[in-house]
């Protein structure tokens, strides 16, 4: 029934500076932006290795007006976690929860954004054996 992740959304007080960010951690600016001249109201970003969308949408269109952190976290596979964490920290994000061995070589690790997005990245043996091919 749930075939995959088709879109994240994270929501900012001030798109134009999320989409910055987010753009200076991911390498790559947004591929699409609504309305197209002024102001963004939603940036998409494409990554990873099937293409799933980031969308960072004006928070004044939120399907709810909390501002603390909450809700799922999901998880990005990262290469070198640690790595990962520093240029996140470089980059303004604080800790949400630490860096954390889950066993098997699965290690996790999660972080806020600067505009209160819960981050989770995290090295994980079961991605890598699917995106080359395998089975776990």
Same mark, same amino acid.
């Given at each position: 029934? &749930? ?31 609504? =309305?197209?001249?002024? =102001? ?12 799933? !969308? ?19 976290? &999901? ?12 240029? $996140?920290? *470089? ?5 949400? !929860? =630490?860096?954390? !061995?889950?066993? *098997? %070589?699965?290690?996790?690790? *999660? ?7 819960? $981050? %989770?990245?995290?090295t994980n =043996?079961?991605?890598?054996d699917i995106?080359?091919g395998g !089975? *776990?």
């Open positions: 029934m &749930l075939r995959g992740i088709a879109t994240i959304s994270l929501f900012a007080d001030d798109v134009t500076a999320a989409a910055d960010w987010y753009a200076s951690l991911l390498g790559d600016r947004p591929y699409f932006q609504r =309305p197209e001249q002024g =102001p963004p109201a939603y940036v998409e970003f494409r990554l990873g290795d099937h293409q799933t !969308e980031l969308g960072i949408i004006d928070r004044r269109y939120a399907p709810h007006q909390d501002t603390a952190p909450g809700g799922a976290i &999901l998880y990005w596979h990262v290469d070198d976690l640690d790595a990962t964490l520093d240029t $996140l920290h *470089s980059l303004g994000a604080t800790d949400h !929860e =630490p860096r954390t !061995e889950r066993g *098997s %070589g699965f290690v996790t690790a *999660s972080v806020i954004d600067p505009f209160g997005n819960i $981050l %989770g990245v995290m =043996p079961h991605y890598l995106v080359a !089975e *776990s």
